[in-house]
């Protein structure tokens, strides 16, 4: 038989055996297990910042003279747990989509009536992500849903912090110059200093409000083109 046949005849295929539907069974377990995994990887860095912001804070408010640079400095290796978990999040990404591409395409119709509706070729899209595997989002709007998530406070609370100490240690401070002397740190200027918070929360906030009408808008489309495809 040629491989034309072959392709012909798998073309052409409207249910599935019993033996190759344990088979797509047991593929969606082991999705679920590889997803699960790296769901637990995303607490992992998730915990890491919210240890290392609570170092600073301990540090920082220990006595009313503790210098805030702690405060500024766990600053970065919260961006950088940010990104590292973004990072992971995108391979948690592709393994959850497969296993919601079963749950929607195979277990459901089969449990609803008991049709798998290959006609639909929703098999052929899990396959080719199979052959040729890509991330499905991009490295931006990863990081924006994990902000979403969860960084947004642990940024919020980092900076209301920062503000707390300057505002309160070691007196209540009475005027903006006060405040912005407090807030030097070595040649860096208090001014500077407030800005670049100000900036640090803005962008941030910025890129998850994106995130999220990015996340928006493909839902709308998909919906539309199911839509589409229904009518």
Known sequence: MSSQTVRQINTDRNDLTAAEIGAVAHLYRGEVYRSTIWRTRLDTTTNWAVVTLGVALSISFASPDASPLPLVLVGVLIILFLM?????????????ARARWLETHFYAPML???D???????QKVLAEDYMHPTYHIG????????????YLWILLIQTL????????????????????????????????VIGFGILYIVVWSGLAYWSWRNDVTRAQARGAEKSNSMG
């Open 84 to 96: 590292l978990e973004a990072r992971r999040y995108r391979y948690f990404n592709v393994w959850r």
């Open 116 to 122: 798998l509706h290959l006609e639909e070729n929703w």
């Open 139 to 150: 490295t931006l709007t990863a990081m924006g849903r994990r902000i979403r998530r969860n």
């Open 112 to 114: 609803y009536d008991g």
């Open 161 to 192: 912090a920062f503000a707390g100490k300057i505002a309160v240690h070691p007196f209540p401070v009475t005027s903006w110059e006060l405040a912005t002397m407090r807030a030097d740190i070595g040649p860096l200027p208090g001014e500077a």
